[in-house]
């Protein structure tokens, strides 16, 4: 009896290994192949030949493409997050200091082999532009990335970090953008001198009049 309940869960955690191994490769394959030739253009065939593994198995994970796909831009953008947010804060410093590495960071992923653009711009350009389901997604990202960036602004000192993120924002998705249709990295210097302009004293936030003797004294 005890031998047997022993091979059955035996069975039971390599059906799962096997089942967290294939999921591994569908997803891999899957966003390989969707941010290359784009997720209408790729079909179920392609991604399990790629994949190495089953329709079966692509359904019993995934349910459908759709769900595969929402999977992929959660894990895409999950990792990209990382990678980003990592880029500015390693090396530490002040927080102007880790917001000037957004741009030369962007100019390192637009060099890759492998870069083809953002994938929740891509997604929801290839869709109907009511659907909500890809642009939900693309939203959640980015309002994470904009949080992070909101933030350093604050501790930079700027009038008005939300705006400036924001600015920060526009300037990053359009690089990524004429990255993707010039393959030039160059364009991330372009719109790191543009951000540049940004960290101006005018946005900065003015200090508190001084009043009185307090006033004074400075002056002395």
């Not at 031998?3 to 569908?26: C, F, I, P, V």
Request: charged residues 25%; hydrophobic residues 45%; aromatic residues 6%.
């Amino acid at each position: 009896m005890g031998k047997s309940a022993s091979k059955k869960k035996s069975a039971a955690a390599l059906a799962a290994g096997d089942d967290e191994s294939a999921r591994g490769r569908l997803l891999g394959a899957a966003t390989h192949l969707f941010c290359k030739y784009g997720i209408n253009a790729t079909g179920i065939d392609a991604i399990i030949n790629e994949a190495g593994t089953a329709k079966t198995t692509l359904y019993k994970l995934f349910g459908s493409k759709t769900n595969l796909v929402n999977a992929v831009l959660e894990s895409e953008g999950k990792a990209w997050r990382e990678w980003f947010i990592g880029a500015m804060e390693d090396g530490g410093g002040d927080a102007q200091a880790k917001l000037k590495r957004i741009f030369p960071a962007l100019k390192r992923w637009f060099a890759e082999e492998r870069f083809y653009g953002c994938p929740f711009i891509n997604a929801v350009a290839e869709h109907d532009k009511d659907a909500k389901t890809f642009r939900n997604i693309a939203l959640r990202h980015k309002k994470v990335v904009l949080a992070h960036i909101e933030k350093l602004a604050g501790d930079m000192g700027a009038a008005e970090p939300q705006m400036l993120a924001h600015q920060l924002g526009l300037l990053i998705d359009g690089a990524i953008v004429a990255a993707m249709v010039s393959r030039d990295p160059g364009v991330a210097d372009t719109a790191g001198l543009a951000a540049g302009s940004l960290f101006g004293p005018s946005k900065a936030k003015k200090p508190k009049r001084t009043s009185g003797a307090a006033a004074q004294l400075v002056a002395v």
